[in-house]
């Protein structure tokens, strides 16, 4: 199975750096749980702190062992994923075409994952790892 990571390094300066504030998308901008290229399923996993990463997996139709895992800036969330460079669900169609699943998760303390702070890093690769874990599986 062949993991893929989409770092975002953006720093949004007019957020503060340790407690962002914490965008609360609807399920529906995510986009629809089922087209005619993808299955959308929304799940969580507990980190090693205790706190539930809610992420976002899109399982290609067309059976695939690769998969495309994004994460977001420290002042981002999951939805990045969708309208990453203003285009859209076209990122979506797009890692579908390539015949990948792909992966958009909220970091602890980001979206609507559990936690309040974040640690620029230090902890988010923990969270990382937990989400690949549950990619490989």
Sequence with gaps: YLILVIINTYVG???KFD???QIQIPVFDLGPKFTDRYEREDSSVLNDRGFRIQYSYYKNKNSS???LVYAHCNSGCRIEGIIIS????????ATMEYGWNLCLFDFAGSGISEGEYISLGYFECMDLQAIISVMLK
């Design 13 to 15: 300066a007019y957020f």
């Design 19 to 21: 407690s962002p504030f």
């Design 65 to 67: 062992d690769t998969c």
């Design 86 to 93: 203003n285009i859209g669900l076209q990122f979506v169609q």
